[in-house]
């Protein structure tokens, strides 16, 4: 399987501010996706991220709260703008190649104050 | 749309014995079914996976799982837990063709006391 890295492991942030996260892997993927866990909770899907295209997102999110990039096949970035503790949360990138499993990264620890 | 049940949000178990996490999920059409496992401060670790053939699969660590069609359910099962086995375990889902999206279950916290 892919080994995944993802940038910041953790961070604090303020309210009102943004913060963009990477997603890197070590071999070209067909499909990247990004999930919140909040506290306590299940995995939701936020998007699906296209490459060279707009990402694809699931009900309840939307583009201009959570702008997703990928320029290429091994990395994508997720921002989370305009920060409220409501977003305190753990962000994790997946990947996918063919025969519909998944891999996760270690995931991005973030609390806002 | 697929759904998936997690009945045990916690299932306390003694080490050495045995353990069954439950997971029944609802789809109109045939799916992919998942179990994953999350250690404390990590991510999510792939356990196991049916996507086709046989209905019992063998998972790392020594976990298994059976898909049973008729009753919609993938129970996870480990004959003797260790310690070690504490963690949260969510199922998850994938529809053929639905473009790899997956569906998690609520999660069962499995705690392995001495």
């Known amino acids: 399987s892919a080994v995944i890295s993802q940038k910041p492991s953790r961070d604090i942030c303020q309210r009102g501010t943004s913060l963009t996260i990477q997603c890197q892997v070590d071999?070209?993927?067909?499909?990247m996706f990004w999930y919140r866990q909040q506290p306590g909770q299940s995995l939701t899907l936020i998007a699906t991220a296209n490459q060279g295209s707009e990402a694809t997102y699931e009900s309840g999110f939307v583009i201009d709260k959570f702008p997703i990039s990928r320029p290429n096949l091994t990395f994508s970035t997720l921002t989370v703008s305009n920060m409220s503790p409501e977003d305190s949360s753990i962000y994790l990138c997946?990947?996918?190649?063919?025969?519909?499993?998944?891999?996760f990264g270690p995931g991005t620890r973030l609390l806002v104050l | 749309a697929q759904s998936v049940t997690q009945l045990d949000s916690q299932v306390p178990v003694f080490e050495e014995a045995p353990v069954e996490l439950r997971c029944n999920y609802s789809?109109?059409?045939?799916?992919?079914l998942f179990w994953y496992v999350q250690y404390p401060n990590q991510g999510l670790q792939l356990l196991l996976k049916?996507?086709?053939?046989?209905?019992l699969v063998k998972g790392i660590n020594g976990f298994e799982a059976e898909f049973n069609k008729s009753q919609t359910s993938f129970h996870l099962r480990k004959p003797s837990v260790h310690i070690s086995d504490t963690a949260e375990y969510f199922c998850?889902?994938?529809?053929?063709?639905?473009?790899?999206?997956?569906?998690f279950g609520t999660g069962t916290q499995l705690k392995v006391e001495l």
């Open positions: 998850a889902v994938s529809e053929m063709g639905g473009g790899n999206k997956l569906t």
């Open positions: 049916y996507l086709s053939g046989s209905t």
């Open positions: 071999s070209q993927v067909t499909m």
């Open positions: 997946s990947v996918a190649n063919r025969r519909e499993t998944q891999y």
């Open positions: 789809s109109s059409v045939s799916v992919y």
